[in-house]
């Protein structure tokens, strides 16, 4: 006799935009599969704040605490002006320091490339991403780039250990260290000093520019690329879009207290209600929350379904079809075996 295993209790932030559609395509695929989860909704950004005050409020917080991982669909933030990032104070808060992106060709998809098989590691929690902004005096603004060894040291780390368990060969940090020669220099340093703790896995280094010119020439050249939070997040779409676009990359934010799973893209407000966007991305960010929580059983028949559904040609218009979002989960689901 197979025991059922215990249900996992799964923070989940439904977020804004095209948030809720794919949310209700991906519950709706987990819940055929039979993936033994409960999922607790946590309301965050606008709604939350005109209700409690805050848009990310304690509550959910602690739920993520307590459930260690959450699913999280994009959340928006108001540009300019307005409440600041959810996105970025879960991270902060949770101490999510490493953001990790595998950007995968997807066989069935149309996409400038074939073969491309690359993982973004960005750091999390610092760089420019650390809010410190003022008026120096009118007309003029200082924004404050924020590099430390300790976080630079740990995600280095973080790198290292995940190609070491994944069987990758080679890391890339990527950088700017000939014009920020104190911060990006710094996160240089860290990156070597703790390579050189691997001398199974090659490490070397290139500058942000011409890293994303190689990266458009032949993505074959790389591995695994490692960045601070800035060159992180603009990399990562740019990888995205070498595989078909921000629709199928997945990601996941991982501390050592809780993990949040959440795709590259945003909230995508010019396709939101139409029926027209892709759940793969926050799919697949389901299916490495399912290898994370130990369930890859059923991570794997989420994932030959999905390939499936691709081979049969369907897909949405953003990788050149015509399904609808709720289309695409229906066709999915019924492949799962
Ligand atoms: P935000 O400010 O929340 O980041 P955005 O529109 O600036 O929103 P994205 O949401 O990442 O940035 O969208 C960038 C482009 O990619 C948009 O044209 C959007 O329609 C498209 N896009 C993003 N995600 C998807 C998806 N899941 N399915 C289809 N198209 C998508």
Do not use: W
Request: charged residues 25%.
């Amino acid at each position: 006799m197979t025991s059922q295993p215990r249900e996992r209790v799964v923070t989940l932030i439904r977020g804004d935009g095209i948030g809720p559609e794919v949310t209700d395509a991906v519950l709706a695929i987990l819940d055929a599969a039979g993936a033994p989860l409960d999922f607790e909704d946590a309301v965050v950004g606008r709604k939350a704040e005109e209700e409690e005050g805050d848009p990310l409020p304690a509550r959910v917080i602690e739920s993520i605490r307590r459930n260690r991982v959450a699913l999280k669909a994009p959340v928006g933030t108001p540009i300019g002006k307005g409440f600041s990032s959810v996105n970025v104070r879960l991270r902060q808060t949770l101490e999510l320091f490493a953001n990790l992106r595998p950007v995968k060709t997807v066989p069935g998809i149309p996409a400038r490339y074939t073969g491309v098989d690359l993982v973004v590691i960005r750091e999390n929690t610092e760089d420019l991403y650390s809010g410190l902004e003022h008026v120096v005096v009118p007309g003029v603004v200082e924004s404050l780039k924020i590099i430390t060894e300790v976080a630079s040291t740990r995600i280095a780390r973080f790198a290292f250990e995940y190609a070491k368990r994944e069987g990758r060969r080679r890391i890339t940090a990527v950088h700017k260290a000939n014009i920020m020669k104190l911060s990006d220099g710094l996160f240089l340093d860290c990156f070597r000093r703790v390579a050189a703790g691997y001398p199974e896995i090659a490490a070397d280094d290139r500058i942000v520019d011409a890293a994303c010119m190689r990266l458009v020439l032949n993505p074959d050249i790389f591995d695994v690329l490692l960045l601070e939070n800035l060159y992180g997040d603009i990399v990562s779409d740019l990888a995205a879009g070498l595989v078909g676009g921000l629709g199928l990359v997945p990601g996941a934010n991982l501390g050592r207290e809780a993990a949040v799973f959440e795709a590259v893209h945003g909230t995508a407000p010019d396709i939101a209600g139409t029926g027209q966007a892709n759940p793969t991305a926050l799919l697949l960010s389901a299916v490495l929350m399912l290898r994370h929580i130990d369930l890859p059983t059923y991570a794997e028949t989420i994932e030959r379904a999905l390939l499936a559904t691709f081979a049969a040609g369907i897909r949405t218009p953003d990788v050149g079809g015509t399904a609808t979002t709720s289309e695409f989960a229906k066709e999915v689901a019924r492949r799962l075996t």
